[in-house]
């Protein structure tokens, strides 16, 4: 099975500051990689597919870069509405899913 | 507007069984792949089951056996019937659908229902 970890754990910024969480599979997933954040209490968002295709609606602030075992999600200028924890998610066995453990993004 | 609406969960003792459902509209369901995904509360993310367009089951380890996926095109319902059930179970459960041309993202996700699983 394809594991996923994530790094860091937790971050804490402010307003204004670049954001980046790093996403690794056990194994090669080619660009088999999409990105979620999730709100508290709410069901979690299709932000990049496709390692760094961005979901329609998604602001252009987010970026998603990568592909083998390696990616990142990139938030450029960091929103007040950008709080939350994001999930990476593999589909190379798809439909079989992994997803990573999760990173917290709260206020500094 | 793409809609999925779960429904059935609750308190079940250890052992029991439960069956989820997810009502799906707004796009042709048959059409699509289909998941339900679990968060136990303040954990992440799992996967529990998927299905195909054609009917075709998926599972990891951690529920096969117990669990199983089914669907109904014509009246565009997702279902999951969830037997010997274990505390470990406990979470909320999404329904969700896989994107189109999405690499195999999930594009839509429903509110999700609470399966509490204790004596």
């Known amino acids: 099975d394809i594991q996923m970890t994530q790094s860091p754990s937790s971050v804490s910024a402010s307003v204004g500051d670049r954001v980046t969480i790093t996403c690794r599979a056990s194994?090669?997933?080619?660009?088999?990689l999409a990105w979620y954040q999730q709100k508290p209490g709410k069901a979690p968002k299709l932000l990049i597919y496709?390692?760094?295709s961005l979901q329609s609606g998604v602001p252009s602030r987010f970026s998603g870069s990568g592909s083998g075992t390696d990616f990142t999600l990139t938030i450029s200028s960091l929103q007040p509405e950008d709080f939350a924890t994001y999930y990476c998610?593999?589909?190379?066995?798809?439909?079989?899913?992994?997803f990573g453990p999760g990173t917290k993004v709260d206020i500094k | 507007e793409v809609q999925l609406v779960e429904s059935g969960g609750g308190l079940v003792q250890p052992g029991g069984s439960l069956r989820l459902s997810c009502a799906a509209s707004?796009?042709?369901?048959?059409?699509?792949?289909m998941h339900w995904v679990r968060q136990a509360t303040g954990k992440g993310l799992e996967w529990v089951s998927a299905?195909?367009?054609?009917?075709?089951?998926y599972y990891p380890g951690s529920v096969k056996g117990r669990f199983t996926i089914s669907r109904e095109n014509a009246k565009n319902s997702l279902y999951l019937q969830m037997n010997s059930l274990r505390a470990g179970d406990t979470a909320v459960y999404y329904c969700?659908?896989?994107?189109?041309?999405?690499?195999?993202?999930?594009?839509?996700w429903g509110q999700g229902t609470l399966v509490t699983v204790s004596s």
């Open positions: 969700a659908r896989a994107g189109p041309q999405l690499a195999g993202a999930i594009d839509y």
């Open positions: 707004g796009f042709t369901f048959s059409s699509y792949d």
């Open positions: 299905i195909g367009t054609a009917g075709d089951p």
């Open positions: 194994q090669g997933i080619s660009s088999w």
């Open positions: 496709a390692a760094s």
């Open positions: 998610q593999q589909a190379n066995s798809f439909p079989l899913l992994t």
